[in-house]
């Protein structure tokens, strides 16, 4: 009863004027910037970090804002692997296997409609998910003190590559990157400054906005300046054609919708693992349980139904660990979760008991964006493949604009101007070397709690360093952590290749 209670106060707080303007805003915004190849949950959430603080929003209203723009970013990524055959972000690769043989088809509307029929199903009952799991986590997460979190935190990092990464060594040494750029700053124990260089504007350490914005912002206006890409693909030579599907298709497809939907959800709870590999296992799954006659890969619309609904639902399953533990469940989680900190709000334990009007607003706000989706998406879908058009040297100024304008706002720094320049062209280096931006991002963010808990955690104890390995918790954290670092350097090549050769194999690579 108490959980009904809380959501019914949650949903008086989402259903104020201002947060459901919010909401749409943020679907709207989120969807096309899903469209675009290339940008991303992500990258959209990053953009709009400077509009949400420049507003002047409070948290509830913020994340409102900012978790529309991730759910409407998943949505929208389906539009150019349907009519493009080019994923608008990793999880959509594929959605480009039946999707787009769909399009050529004809049926390129029906596709469009029952991925958004699909996501909804995901995000609806990962929702759902997170509202019976979060609360449980909170319970157990009260038992941890600080060796059991210095363990959580490692588990994070050792975790964040995932079964889908692709260089376990990268992703460390852009965690240990982060971790390094967590330690600029005054020391919280012995007030000694680190790495300062004798700068007082790093006293305080690095903003994480204006890392995060400099980072995914400003590196992809720098990728588009060395690519000098004339504008993007052209989808307008498919027929859209019926915009709904008929009912024997929902009918045919709602077995896959929820079996994927639920699947997908484990695989988000995961910290690290995300949304590629709940829409790969999904589709991998489905395949194998129904593709009696071998249709998936020539347009079955189940071979749509199953990535869209697992990898939306992974979405949702990413954020009960960064709610409940304060661990991001995924790249754009970890983003959120800079969100939350820089707005003095702790994600954790203590999260639904001291913050519950930001827990349960944000909760109901992701009913009311996943239904405003749904309406949106399947009548709007002709304006939305429009944007597919947009050219990117239209774009990219105005995300140039909207950081440096935001950042600028927020804080009347032009040091932290020039810092953001300096992570944007770290960004684009490290992009260039396939290095992984999240973990530097989760370093800098977990970084000092880090630090402090593993200090406190071997003060406690007189310096006894086995204090990391007192408690059966902590051992099981530390066998999660080292299973979960080994297990993608064992089976992890193996599953992206079989990402990309699925695609390869099954005809999604456009002509």
């Keep these: 009863m108490d959980t009904i209670s809380n959501l019914a106060d949650g949903f008086v707080i989402a259903l104020t004027w201002q947060n459901l303007l919010l909401a749409f805003l943020g679907c709207f915004l989120g969807t096309i910037m899903g469209a675009l190849p290339g940008l991303g949950p992500s990258n959209g959430v990053a953009i709009l970090i400077p509009l949400a603080f420049t507003l002047g929003l409070g948290a509830t209203p913020s994340l409102i804002l900012l978790t529309s723009v991730y759910y409407g970013a998943m949505y929208g990524g389906r539009i150019s692997s349907i009519l493009l055959n080019i994923p608008g972000d990793e999880p959509a690769m594929m959605t480009c296997l039946d999707g787009h043989p769909m399009a050529k088809k004809g049926l390129a509307g029906e596709a469009l409609s029952l991925s958004g029929v699909a996501s909804f199903v995901g995000a609806f009952i990962a929702t759902w998910g997170l509202i019976l799991l979060a609360p449980q986590l909170v319970k157990i997460a009260l038992l941890f003190g600080p060796a059991e979190y210095f363990a959580l935190f490692a588990l994070a990092f050792m975790t964040l590559g995932g079964v889908s990464s692709t260089n376990q060594a990268k992703s460390a040494f852009a965690a240990a990157l982060g971790l390094g750029l967590a330690m600029i700053g005054v020391d919280t124990q012995t007030g000694?400054?680190?790495?300062?260089?004798?700068?007082?504007?790093?006293?305080?350490?690095?903003?994480?906005?204006?890392?995060?914005?400099?980072?995914?912002?400003?590196?992809?206006?720098?990728?588009?300046?060395?690519?000098?890409?004339?504008g993007n693909a052209d989808g307008s030579k498919l027929k859209i054609g019926k915009l709904y599907p008929p009912l024997s298709m929902i009918r045919q497809t709602a077995p896959t919708m929820l079996r994927t939907s639920f699947l997908g959800f484990l695989a988000g709870v995961l910290p690290g693992a995300g949304a590629s590999l709940g829409s790969f296992i999904s589709y991998s799954m489905?395949?194998?349980?129904?593709?009696?006659?071998?249709?998936?890969?020539?347009?079955?619309?189940?071979?749509?139904?199953?990535?869209?609904?697992?990898?939306?639902?992974?979405?949702?399953?990413?954020?009960?660990?960064?709610?409940?533990?304060?661990?991001?469940?995924?790249?754009?989680?970890?983003?959120?979760?800079?969100?939350?900190?820089?707005?003095?709000?702790?994600?954790?334990?203590?999260?639904?008991?001291?913050?519950?009007?930001?827990?349960?607003?944000?909760?109901?706000?992701?009913?009311?964006a996943n239904f405003m989706l749904l309406a949106m998406n399947i009548p709007m879908v002709g304006l939305f493949t429009r944007v597919l058009m947009v050219p990117s040297r239209i774009l990219m100024p105005v995300v140039a604009m909207v950081s440096f304008v935001g950042i600028y706002g927020i804080s009347g720094s032009t040091f932290d101007l020039l810092v953001m320049i300096g992570f944007g062209v770290?960004?684009?280096?490290?992009?260039?070397?396939?290095?992984?931006?999240?973990?530097?991002?989760?370093?800098?963010?977990?970084?000092?709690?880090?630090?402090?808990?593993?200090?406190?955690?071997?003060?406690?104890?007189?310096?006894?360093?086995?204090?990391?390995?007192?408690?059966?918790?902590?051992?099981?954290?530390?066998?999660?952590?080292?299973?979960?670092?080994?297990?993608?350097?064992?089976?992890?090549?193996?599953?992206?290749?079989?990402?990309?050769?699925?695609?390869?194999?099954?005809?999604?690579?456009?002509?």
């Design 192 to 230: 000694v400054p680190r790495f300062t260089f004798g700068e007082v504007h790093l006293y305080d350490g690095l903003d994480f906005l204006v890392a995060i914005v400099g980072l995914f912002a400003l590196s992809e206006v720098f990728i588009f300046l060395e690519n000098r890409h004339g």
């Design 286 to 368: 489905e395949k194998k349980l129904v593709d009696k006659e071998g249709t998936f890969g020539t347009g079955d619309p189940r071979g749509v139904a199953a990535p869209e609904a697992g990898n939306n639902a992974a979405a949702g399953g990413a954020l009960v660990p960064m709610l409940a533990l304060g661990v991001p469940g995924s790249g754009t989680t970890a983003v959120l979760l800079a969100v939350l900190l820089s707005l003095n709000i702790t994600p954790g334990p203590l999260l639904f008991t001291q913050n519950p009007d930001v827990v349960w607003g944000l909760i109901a706000a992701l009913f009311i």
């Design 426 to 511: 770290m960004g684009w280096v490290l992009r260039k070397l396939d290095v992984p931006l999240v973990p530097i991002i989760l370093g800098t963010l977990l970084g000092n709690s880090m630090e402090n808990n593993l200090r406190r955690a071997v003060t406690i104890d007189n310096g006894n360093w086995l204090t990391l390995v007192d408690s059966p918790l902590s051992i099981t954290l530390w066998a999660i952590a080292i299973i979960g670092f080994v297990l993608p350097l064992i089976v992890g090549a193996r599953v992206k290749a079989g990402m990309h050769a699925r695609r390869d194999e099954e005809g999604a690579i456009s002509d």
